[in-house]
């Protein structure tokens, strides 16, 4: 089961859902199927309904591909998680850098005249605490060579439970925080956009953004093959509400849902 635990903690960051899209993946984790924290690889296909953009009313349907490589305990590849290395492990502790990438968030669904904000990549740190059945998790990364310049932070806590033989599961909640470079770049509304958009100006500042609550399985349909998926609601919050992108074109509540199959190696 700690393995289980270890494997199910990856944000949910939540494509454009998860985490506000503002990380990778909408929360399937592909190393979920596995309960141990041996080497594992898992490669698999899903398909995502989401939101249209951040704070969007409308959802959409995507392909997403599911990829997972564990490195025992020391470093991992994965949907919805990035890259990351466990370089302290201590007693159910483990912290380390992680390299992360968010989508960003097709603002022009929400308003002509409003630019698109193109994905960025994310590196920062992580600290992991788990005790069986529970696990914590803190993230906090800066953007890079993308459209934008801000810090992003998310908590994360999570349980997992066996539902029965082969069949397991995982719910938890997640807050995200982010400064006012990143709830800029997300909810903001310059004074050309307003120009051409017809909505107010608009500048955020940093504050927590967003609460969800998630819900995931993996069910073993063979040995080697799993059926993942995973559904999270969410509420945008505080400044990231307020914004006419939200108040006037989209909804602060926001779902997401994934189903997908994972082959392990």
Not at 212 to 223: K, R
Request: with cysteine; charged share 15%.
């Amino acid at each position: 089961m700690v393995g289980l635990v270890a494997a199910c903690i990856g944000l949910a960051t939540v494509p454009e859902a998860q985490a506000q899209a503002q990380m990778i993946g909408i929360g399937v984790d592909p190393l979920a199927a596995s309960t141990t924290q041996d080497d594992a690889v898992s490669l698999g296909l899903g398909a995502g309904v989401m939101p249209d953009f951040v704070g969007g009313g409308e959802l959409r349907v995507e392909p997403i591909p599911i990829v997972g490589v564990r490195f025992g305990d020391i470093a991992f590849a994965a949907t919805g998680r990035g890259i990351g290395a466990n370089l302290v492990r201590f007693s159910g502790l483990s912290a380390g850098p992680f390299l992360d990438y968010s989508l960003g968030s097709k603002r022009s669904r929400a308003a002509d005249g409003l630019d698109d904000l193109d994905g960025t990549g994310l590196a920062g740190l992580f600290v992991r605490y788990s005790l069986a059945p529970f696990a914590i998790e803190g993230r906090v990364g800066h953007s890079f060579a993308g459209d934008f310049d801000g810090y992003v932070a998310t908590l994360s806590g999570v349980m997992a439970f066996e539902l029965a033989e082969g069949w397991r599961g995982r719910v938890g909640a997640t807050a995200l925080w982010g400064d006012g470079g990143w709830s800029d770049a997300f909810f903001g509304i310059d004074d050309g956009e307003a120009s051409r958009s017809g909505l107010p100006a608009y500048r955020p500042g940093a504050g927590i953004q967003e609460v969800s609550l998630f819900l995931g399985s993996a069910y073993d349909i063979t040995p080697s093959i799993s059926l993942v998926g995973y559904v999270r609601v969410s509420r945008l919050v505080g400044e990231a509400a307020d914004s006419p992108i939200v108040e006037a074109e989209g909804e602060a509540g926001q779902i997401a849902a994934q189903l997908g199959l994972v082959y392990r190696f």
